[in-house]
Structures are given as C-alpha cells and as structure tokens.
C-alpha cells in the first residue's frame, strides 16, 4: 500500500477484556515499530522488530502486552487484561532499513483505544 | 536509558514571526535527532532531521541545530504562517540506535 495502514481505527472495550491491533507496514520496510501516545504526550516506544524478531521489546510495560510479526510483514500487538490506564492511541511505523538512527519513520494513522 | 526534555510545551506566534523549540537529551551516545510536526487527529510526519556529524541544517523556513557538548537541539522556524500550526516532537535515538525516543511536544500556534 501506499503508507502504513492500522486497525482498527477505533476499538472500545471492557476492562478485562483482550484486544488486537493490526499493523500492515509500507512494502518492503523491514523495521517496524509500535509506540503509544497518551493525550498531550509524546510517542511512548514500546517495541522494534527487524524482520521477524524482536530486536528490542524494553519499551512494552509489562507481561500483558505482546506483539508478533510472523512472517516479517504485518504485525499484531496483543493487550490481555485490559486496564483503563491503557487507553491511549497506538502508533505503529515502519522504516526501510533496521534501526532508528538510520532515518525516517514512517507512521501509521493509530488505533485510538479506549477501555471502559 | 535517554531522556528527552523538550520546551517550551505551548507556543504563540504572530504570522511572519519566528519560532524556536528548544530539546535535551541524556545519552551522549546518540547520534540521530530528528524532528516530527503532527496536526491534530493525524500521524507524525518528519520535517527534518540531523546526525550527529553536523552542526546545523536547514531546509527553506526550517533549520536545526545541534550541541552535542551541551547536549542539547534546537528547532528554528522562520516566517511562520498559519498552516505551521500542529505539535511538534522532538526524538533522539536510544543507546542501542534501535527506538526513537520522543519529547513530550511543544504546541506551536501561529496567529494570522
């Protein structure tokens, strides 16, 4: 596609509940990353992948976030035990090359999620 | 890990007027700080960016500048107008070069 494409646009659930948001990166980029923006702040980084692999996964806030990227393409973030506080809008971005100090990132319009 | 502070948080301009933002960083072993604009409801977008082998770039009404012994970068807004006006995030690369680290973002309001 022509740019980095999320979904859902909007998700909102119960607390408790599990939630998915999808990613599906720009052609070719092998870097993708996922941050989370709360109101009024800046992008949070929680986790970059090179390819497959999760080259670094210091930024997910505890053990009920996770995210994969099988087959070094569209990635999924995966939220278990939804809590209120993580609600916020979830960036996804891509990047032609691996590693962020070698340009731009490409972002995604974000998954505004919002638990009840 | 790295820090980025970044000032002020809101900003406001007349039209025609410039504009600096103004952001330190903790690491000294980053390298790369570049700069996003987002307009409400919309992605980050970069408008510029500078390594860490160079002082200073510009690009038409923007212009970065860089302190690695101070630590400290800056962006410069000339000629402001109104569609200038969104939030701006500066970033700086983390110590293993992988993730970007943002600023908490300056809102720049330029009034014609």
């Known amino acids: 596609g022509a740019g980095v494409s999320q979904t859902p646009s909007n998700k909102v659930t119960e607390k408790g509940k599990y939630v998915e948001l999808r990613c599906d990166p720009i052609s070719g980029h092998t870097a993708l990353y996922w941050y989370r923006q709360s109101l009024g702040q800046g992008p949070e980084f929680l986790i970059y992948?090179?390819?497959?692999?999760?080259?670094?996964d210091s930024g997910l806030p505890n053990d009920r976030f996770f995210a994969v990227r099988p087959e070094g393409s569209v990635s999924t973030l995966k939220i278990q035990r939804t809590e209120r506080g993580d609600s916020a809008v979830y960036l996804c971005?891509?990047?032609?090359?691996?590693?962020?100090?070698?340009?731009?990132?490409?972002f995604g319009e974000g998954s505004r999620l919002t638990v009840l | 890990g790295e820090n980025v502070e970044q000032h002020p948080s809101t900003l406001s301009v007349q039209e025609g007027d410039s504009a600096v933002i103004k952001c330190t960083y903790s690491?000294?072993?980053?390298?790369?700080f570049p700069w996003y604009k987002q307009e409400l409801g919309k992605r980050p977008q970069l408008i510029i960016d500078?390594?860490?082998?160079?002082g200073e770039k510009k690009d038409q009404r923007i212009a970065v500048t860089l302190n690695k012994t101070a630590k400290h970068f800056s962006l410069h807004i000339t000629e402001t107008q109104p569609e200038d006006s969104a939030v701006y995030f500066c970033?700086?690369?983390?110590?293993?070069?992988?993730?970007?680290?943002f600023g908490k973002g300056t809102t720049l309001s330029v009034s014609s």
């Open positions: 970033a700086a690369n983390d110590q293993a070069g992988t993730a970007l680290i």
């Open positions: 992948f090179q390819g497959t692999g999760a080259a670094d």
């Open positions: 500078i390594r860490s082998n160079v």
């Open positions: 690491d000294s072993a980053s390298n790369y």
């Open positions: 971005a891509s990047s032609p090359v691996g590693g962020s100090n070698t340009g731009e990132l490409f």
